[in-house]
T-cell receptor
């Protein structure tokens, strides 16, 4: 089984809808991250969490919110989706004293 | 602010030929350096990383990378590519002064392998 899983893998939604992307990990890591990937821009950090009670904004947090329900679960919400949020979204995890991040398979989101 | 540049957006290479992907970074000190690969429809997989020590780093799938402080570079190489190496490759850096590794990614290089 994969260490970092994301659901759904693909999603189509309409402008103005609320949508939640979920991430779960079995690696026992404290730190979790949400990125979005756009062609030609690489990956950009949306939010990150050191532990359940510690959540921080990344470089492009506007229009997004997150919830860290447990050590193993980190959800990303788009409160009111807009077309320029169409992207590939990745969740990642890392250990407390480890710089390496481990990525999930991604969620492809299309906002119409 | 730190930045990562991958000058080549797209590279086409013949199967069996050598491959070199360039990565340059801008940062006041030596950062932690990473190369990730993203195969079609897949997430990112770590190929190798450099934190300190020997500047030539060996990774998975036959890849290696060399850190050159004087050039602020961390280029990825493979002596003989296989068709399965067709993918997008990302260089990433993390500040060593942070208590955690916030990754800054390059824009990626798409590698196409021809028969």
């Amino acid at each position: 089984d994969a260490d970092v899983t994301q659901t759904p893998r693909n999603r189509i939604t309409k402008t103005g809808k609320r949508i939640m992307l979920e991430c779960s990990q079995t690696k026992g890591h404290d730190r979790m991250y949400w990125y979005r990937q756009d062609p030609g821009l690489g990956l950009r950090l949306i939010y990150y969490s050191f532990d359940v009670k510690d959540i921080n904004k990344g470089e492009i947090s506007d229009g997004y919110s997150v919830s860290r329900q447990a050590q193993a679960k980190f959800s990303l919400s788009l409160e009111s989706a807009i077309p320029n949020q169409t992207a590939l979204y990745f969740c990642a995890t890392s250990g407390r004293d480890e710089e390496t991040q481990y990525f999930g398979p991604g969620t492809r989101l299309l906002v119409l | 602010a730190q930045s990562v540049t991958q000058p080549d957006i797209h590279i086409t290479v013949s199967e069996g030929a050598s491959l070199e992907l360039r990565c340059n970074y801008s940062y006041g000190a030596t950062p932690y350096l990473f190369w990730y690969v993203q195969s079609p429809g897949q997430g990112l997989q770590l190929l190798l990383k450099y934190f300190s020590g020997d500047t030539l780093v060996q990774g998975i799938k036959g890849f290696e990378a060399e850190f050159k402080r004087s050039q602020s570079s961390f280029n990825l190489r493979k002596p003989s590519v296989h068709w399965s190496d067709a993918a997008e490759y990302f260089c990433a850096v993390a500040k060593t002064t942070d208590s955690w590794g916030k990754l800054q990614f390059g824009a990626g290089t798409q590698v196409v392998v021809t028969p």
